[in-house]
C-alpha cells in the first residue's frame, strides 16, 4: 500500500528496540493475546485457544507447509481460477500439480464458485487437498455464508483437507463482511488450516510473519512437523511486537478508516471505467484492494494485445500488473491502496493517453 502504517506499531517495534538483547526468545502471551482479541472482534471467532494457533513465515510458507502435510510432491492440488500468481509459483516449484476449478461471472457480473466443476474435479483427480482464497485474490470476492457452506460441503464430500488463505480478511469494503471459512460448521472447523497475517492490512511486507489457526489436533500436528523440518520457521522478534502493535483498539480504527478510503477508490475506478472506457468491464472488488479490470472487447476492437495496453499503461507512469499471470487471458491487474487523488490522476492518465487516445 502507498500508506504509512498505525503509530502503534512503530512504537512497539521502537520500544523493543530499547532492549538490548536480540537473541533467541520465546513467542510472547502478549502475542497470542493479541491475536484472541483480534479474531474476536474483527471476525467473531469464539473458542480459539493459543494452542491452535501457530506461527508462519508468511502466508505462502505456510501454505506449502500445510500441503506438505496433506500431498505428495507430484499430487494434485485444486485451486479456483483466476489464481493469485504466488500460489501457483510456490506449488508448482514444489513440485504439485495445480488443478483449476474457474469461477464464473453470473448474471450480475459476480464471481462463483462452480461447485459442480469443483466436485467434478477432485473426484476425476482424486484430488484431497485444496487452496482456498477467502477474499478471493485477485477477484475481490468476499464470499457469503451459503457460498462457503456450500463449499465446506463439496470438500467434505470428497475427503479434501482446505488450506483457507484469509490474509485479506481484514480489508473489507462497505457493507460486506469476511466469514471465516472454519466458521461455518463443524466439519469445516476439523478439515481447516487457516492462514492469517497483518502484513497486508498494515503494510507490513517487508517484516515478515504470518499465522495459522489449526483447530484439529492430529491435523495440527502434521503441519507443524512439517514447517520445522525446514528450521527456518522461526519468528523475528520485532515482528512479533508489530503484530502486538497492530492489533490493538487503534489499529481497529485504523483498519475501519482504511477500509472506508479504499472503498471510495474501488467505487471511482469502477464507475470511471464503465462510464469512460468502452470494452472493458470489471465486476467491482468487495474486498482487498484489487482490481481485475478485464480488457477482452476493448483490445478486440481496438487490435491491440493486452501487452501493448499494459506498456501503453506504463509508459504514462500507471503501473499494472499483467493479468496473464492470474490466468486472466486479457486482463490487468490494478493496485488501489493509494490516495484518491492518485487514483483520479492515474485514470485521468488513462483515459487521455490509454483507452480513449
Known amino acids: 500500500m502507498n500508506f ?8 512497539a517495534i521502537i520500544e523493543r528496540t530499547q532492549h538490548p538483547a536480540f537473541g533467541y526468545f520465546p513467542t510472547s502471551d502478549a502475542y497470542y493475546d493479541a491475536i484472541l482479541r483480534w479474531q474476536q472482534v474483527r ?45 501457483t509459483h510456490s506449488l508448482e516449484d514444489s513440485g ?39 477474499p478471493h485474490n485477485p477477484c ?16 467434505r464430500a470428497n475427503d479434501c483437507t482446505v488450506i483457507s488463505d484469509e490474509i485479506w480478511s481484514d480489508i473489507i ?27 497486508k492490512t498494515f503494510n507490513l511486507a517487508g517484516l515478515v510473519g504470518s499465522y495459522h489457526i489449526i483447530y484439529d489436533p492430529a491435523l495440527r500436528d502434521r503441519v507443524r512437523s512439517r514447517a520445522a523440518k525446514s528450521h527456518y520457521n522461526a519468528m523475528n522478534v520485532l515482528s512479533m511486537h508489530a503484530l502486538v502493535g497492530a492489533y490493538t483498539p487503534e489499529g481497529e480504527q485504523w483498519v475501519d478508516e ?36 478485464d480488457c477482452t472487447d476493448w483490445c478486440a476492437a481496438h487490435g491491440k494485445t493486452i501487452q501493448q495496453v499494459e506498456q501503453a499503461c506504463w509508459d504514462v507512469g500507471v503501473a499494472v500488473q ?17 490516495p484518491l487523488s492518485r487514483v483520479q490522476e492515474a485514470f485521468d492518465r488513462l483515459d487521455k493517453y490509454v483507452f480513449n487516445a
Open 4 to 11: 504509512p502504517t498505525v503509530p502503534t506499531i512503530q512504537q
Open 43 to 87: 471476525n467473531g471467532v469464539t473458542g480459539l485457544s493459543r494452542e491452535c494457533i501457530g506461527y508462519e513465515n508468511g502466508v505462502l510458507g505456510g501454505v506449502l507447509s500445510a500441503v506438505a502435510a496433506c500431498a505428495a510432491p507430484g499430487d494434485p492440488v485444486l485451486l479456483h481460477s483466476p489464481t493469485y500468481v504466488g500460489f
Open 96 to 134: 504439485y500439480h495445480i488443478v483449476h476449478s474457474p469461477l464464473v461471472k453470473d448474471g450480475q457480473g459476480v464471481w462463483r464458485m462452480d461447485y459442480e466443476d469443483m466436485d467434478a474435479k477432485l473426484k476425476q483427480h482424486h484430488i484431497h487437498v485444496a487452496v482456498f482464497c477467502s
Open 140 to 155: 475481490g470476492r468476499v464470499w457469503e455464508r451459503w457460498e462457503l457452506e456450500k463449499a465446506m460441503e463439496v470438500y
Open 173 to 199: 469494503l462497505e457493507g460486506y463482511k469476511h466469514i471465516p471459512t472454519q466458521s461455518v460448521s463443524e466439519d469445516a472447523r476439523r478439515r481447516t488450516v487457516a492462514l492469517y497475517a497483518p502484513s
Open 258 to 293: 482504511l477500509c472506508h478510503v479504499i472503498t471510495g477508490n474501488i467505487r471511482y475506478a469502477c464507475d470511471f471505467i464503465q462510464s469512460r472506457f468502452e470494452g472493458v468491464t470489471v465486476s467491482p472488488a468487495q474486498g482487498t484492494y484489487m482490481l481485475f479490470v
Open 322 to 338: 499483467d493479468g496473464r499471470m492470474f490466468h486472466g487471458p486479457c486482463h490487468i491487474r490494478m493496485n488501489l491502496a493509494l
